[in-house]
């Protein structure tokens, strides 16, 4: 077999275009959030995603030695969705997404529990940068914090919980059997909540909805994995941020939303943060991960 030469290049568009993917299913679930529960945004989601790649998982088989990493990985990537996408009902998309993408700034503490090794010194500049971004995106108060920004929050540390266990996996697994566990139990778990919601979810526009987000979602796993066969995550994976960009478009033309001025500070900081933390990272999660 002829392998193709990694492009860098070429990777960092596949990964763009996941993002813009990644865009387009958040502001899909946001506008079907609307009508229908999370629940239900979740199990069209997991559902199309699960026939989608059901023929390659079978092709590749399914049986697997690691059970608990499997189910590790789609549990707390479901939470990290379900938060997701109950927040961007009630914060602007943009917030919503950084936040929920702030993962980088979280797996240093992930590795730091899971594998019991301490978050080295070179890595807290460039973690503190990033908390101050958060700080400013929240504007937390006396008063109260924005129960929907801390749903994004942690929809961001559960993701990383999530990476470290596909980044394990990966060593063993190929990508049809992660995602084959992963949306199986997304499919179960949300089941319940769609047949509440079934009459509702099958008018339009709503339906449109939720079969494009379902789509949108599948096209950034294929286009992530496509991106990251022709260069490192580690090189890769600032261009995550460009979600944010194409988020805050989405929210200025269809909700008509613009970042205050300490939002968009924050957000500075925290891509500046998280785009550190992953520069530095790769010294440190490596030996571990």
Not at 53 to 75: C, I, V
Not at 107 to 115: D, R, S, T
Not at 201 to 219: D, E, N, Q, S
Not at 243 to 268: C, E, N, Q
Request: with cysteine; aromatic share 18%.
């Amino acid at each position: 077999m002829v392998h193709k030469k990694p492009n860098l290049l070429l990777g960092a568009v596949y990964v763009t275009g996941c993002f813009l993917f990644v865009a387009l299913f958040s502001a899909a679930a946001k506008a079907a959030s609307e009508t229908v529960s999370t629940f239900t945004i979740l199990f069209f989601q997991n559902c199309i995603c699960f026939l989608l790649n059901l023929p390659m998982a079978l092709r590749q088989g399914l049986k697997t030695e690691h059970p608990y990493l499997h189910l590790t990985r789609s549990a707390f990537g479901f939470g990290s969705y379900f938060l997701f996408v109950l927040s961007v009902g009630y914060i602007p998309l943009a917030n919503a997404v950084l936040l929920a993408n702030s993962s980088p700034l979280w797996i240093p503490f992930v590795v730091w529990i899971w594998f019991k090794k301490k978050v080295p010194l070179y890595l807290w500049g460039s973690l503190i940068i990033g908390f101050i971004g958060i700080f400013f995106i929240l504007k937390p108060s006396f008063a109260t914090i924005d129960a929907a920004s801390l749903y994004a929050l942690v929809s961001g540390m559960l993701i990383a919980v999530a990476m470290i266990a596909i980044r394990r996996l990966s060593h063993t697994e190929p990508t049809s059997r992660i995602l084959f566990y992963y949306f199986l139990l997304g499919s179960a778990v949300s089941l319940p909540g769609f047949i509440k919601d079934f009459s509702a979810a099958f008018h339009t526009p709503v339906i449109y909805f939720l079969v494009g987000a379902a789509f949108f979602f599948y096209l950034a796993q294929i286009f992530i994995t496509a991106g990251f066969r022709h260069g490192k995550a580690s090189t890769l994976s600032p261009f995550i941020y460009t979600v944010v960009l194409f988020s805050a478009i989405l929210d200025r033309i269809f909700w008509h939303k613009v970042p205050d001025l300490w939002s968009l500070i924050g957000m500075g900081l925290v891509i500046a943060g998280g785009i550190l933390s992953v520069y530095f990272e790769k010294k440190y999660e490596s030996k571990y991960v």
